[in-house]
C-alpha cells in the first residue's frame, strides 16, 4: 500500500534536482504499524518524515516507503504483513508500535529493523538491553506505558473520593503483564481498589463499560494498544455515555473528546525513530544504536469533557497541564 500523500508533507513544494542526483536509486523503507487510525497515523509518518528529513532522506526524491496496516488492531495480520515486507526486500523495516516489533523481528533476523514502542523495551522482551539491543534490533521507547503509576495518581488528584480505578487492557498485548503490577501497587497506595478488564473487539468493549457501571467503577485507565486507537472514537464516547471519568496514553484521545490523556509526545517519538533509520540507509547497523528513550511528556485535558462530566479540574492540575481543550 503506497502513502503518496505523505511525499511532500515535510519536504514542501517538489524541490529541481540534477539529472545525476534524479538518477540515484530510491531505497525503499518498510512501515509496519497494527493500527490504521488516519490522525495517529498522519503523526506517524510527519515524525518519521522530519527524522528522515535531518538525516538526509525524502519521499521520492531518494527514498520510497512501503506501508503495510492491520487495520482495527488485528495483530493476527501481523507476520503476514511483515513477510510481505520482507519479501520486498526493503532496506529497514519501522515498526510503529510494540505488536509490530515483535511481528518484523520474527519475520527478518538480516533486515534492520527499527521500532517506536510505549512500553519498556527489555521488561517486555523485544530487546535483551538497552545499551546493547544487539541483532537487527534498535528503536526509540518513549515514557508512555510506564507511566501507569502517574495516570493512577493524576485521577485521585480529580476524583479522591473514588474508590474503584479500572484499567482497560488488550489481553493480546504484552504490556498488560509488565505494567499491571506497578499500576495495582500505586492504587493500592492511595487505598483504591484496581480492577483489571480485557478487550480486544468492539463487543468486548461494550461489555467492559458495562462491568464498570455494574460495579460502579469510579475512572477509568486505558492502556497503550493499537487496538485501543483504531477504536478511539468508540471507547472515548462508551466513557461519554457512561459518564467514565478516564485518562489515556496519547493526545488523540482528548483530542476526540477524551477527558485526560498523559504520556508521551508521539512526534518526538517518531522523530528519533527516523533519524535512527536514516542513518542505518546511511551505512550505520542497528548494533551500533543504544534504545534511544524519549522523555517529553504532555498532560492535556479536556476542560469541554469535564464539564460535560459535572467534573471541577483543581487548579494545581491545570497548571500543571501543557494544554487544555476549551
Given amino acids: 500500500m503506497r502513502r503518496r500523500e505523505f511525499i511532500t508533507l515535510l519536504s514542501g513544494a517538489a ?40 538525516a538526509g532522506f525524502v519521499e521520492g526524491r531518494n527514498i520510497n516507503i512501503e506501508i503495510r496496516q492491520a487495520a482495527d488492531g488485528h495483530y493476527d495480520r501481523l507476520p503476514s504483513l511483515a513477510a510481505e515486507l520482507v519479501g520486498r526486500d526493503v532496506a529497514v523495516i519501522f515498526a510503529a508500535d510494540l505488536p509490530s516489533a515483535f511481528a518484523a523481528k520474527a519475520a527478518t533476523k538480516t533486515i534492520p529493523i527499527v521500532f517506536a514502542t510505549g512500553a519498556d523495551p527489555v521488561k517486555v522482551g523485544l530487546v535483551d538491553s538497552l545499551s ?49 503490577p506497578e499500576i495495582r501497587a500505586a492504587a493500592d497506595g492511595l487505598k483504591q481498589h484496581l480492577e483489571v478488564l480485557t478487550a480486544s473487539t468492539e463487543s468486548d468493549l461494550e461489555a467492559a463499560f458495562a462491568t464498570m457501571v455494574q460495579h460502579r467503577v469510579g475512572s477509568l485507565i486505558v492502556m497503550p494498544d493499537p487496538f485501543f486507537i483504531s477504536r478511539g472514537k468508540q471507547l472515548v464516547a462508551l466513557a461519554a455515555r457512561h459518564a467514565m471519568p478516564a485518562i489515556y496514553t496519547q493526545r488523540i484521545f482528548a483530542d476526540l473528546g477524551g477527558l485526560m490523556s498523559y504520556g508521551a509526545s508521539p512526534f518526538d517519538l517518531y522523530q528519533q525513530a527516523g533519524i535512527y533509520v536514516g542513518k542505518i540507509l546511511n551505512g550505520a547497523k542497528p548494533a551500533d544504536f543504544p534504545i534511544q528513550q524519549s522523555t517529553k511528556v504532555e498532560l492535556i485535558i479536556n476542560l469541554m ?18 494544554e487544555v481543550i476549551e
Fill in 15 to 54: 524541490a529541481w534536482v540534477s539529472p545525476a542526483r534524479a538518477q540515484e536509486p530510491r531505497r525503499v523503507i518498510g512501515v509496519l504499524a497494527g493500527f490504521d487510525f488516519p490522525s495517529l497515523f498522519s503523526e506517524v509518518m510527519t515524525g518519521l518524515l522530519k527524522g528522515l528529513k535531518d
Fill in 132 to 180: 546493547r539491543p544487539k541483532g537487527n534490533l534498535t528503536g526509540v521507547s518513549g515514557i508512555i506505558s510506564v507511566l501507569g503509576p502517574k495516570r493512577v495518581e493524576l485521577l485521585h488528584e480529580l476524583l479522591p473520593a473514588a474508590n474503584t480505578i479500572a484499567l482497560l487492557a488488550n489481553p493480546g498485548n504484552v504490556n498488560i503483564k509488565t505494567d499491571e
Fill in 305 to 322: 469533557t469535564a464539564k460535560a462530566l459535572g467534573l471541577t479540574i483543581p487548579p494545581t492540575l491545570l497548571a500543571r497541564a501543557d
